[in-house]
């Protein structure tokens, strides 16, 4: 069983910064990417941003230069340090991970989701 917990979410006003938490915690034997997803009224869900194992990071073209996604593999938690909110990026955000378990279980896992609304 592995669990996500998120943190972070807020509001803000256009140009300004929020950074969001998600840490995992469980049976967890590795993990081999974490990541983040939005979804906004009406849209479906989309990828934003991930980090690999390796420290390899993937952002969706639509928040490259803005957000930048970190990793403390000692706490198995991730951050996205989102900077020049715009009203576009208003959204759920989900944190994503794909993990091996103790057990040798493949296990993709989502989080509660966390509300960032950024006003014009």
């Known amino acids: 069983h592995v669990q996500l917990v998120e943190s972070g979410g807020g509001l803000v006003q256009a140009g300004g910064s929020l950074r969001l938490s998600c840490a995992a915690s469980?049976?967890?034997?590795?993990?081999?990417?974490m990541g983040w997803y939005r979804q906004a009224p009406g849209n479906q869900r989309e990828f934003v941003a991930r980090?690999?194992?390796?420290?390899?990071?993937n952002y969706a073209d639509s928040v490259k230069g803005r957000f930048t996604l970190s990793r403390d593999n000692a706490k198995n938690t991730v951050y996205l340090q989102m900077n020049s909110l715009k009203p576009e990026d208003t959204a759920v955000y989900y944190c994503?991970?794909?993990?091996?378990?103790?057990?040798?279980?493949?296990?993709?896992?989502w989080g509660q989701g966390t509300l960032v609304t950024v006003s014009s």
């Open positions: 980090i690999t194992s390796g420290g390899m990071t």
């Open positions: 994503n991970t794909k993990t091996i378990t103790t057990s040798g279980r493949y296990l993709e896992v």
């Open positions: 469980g049976s967890i034997f590795s993990i081999n990417a």
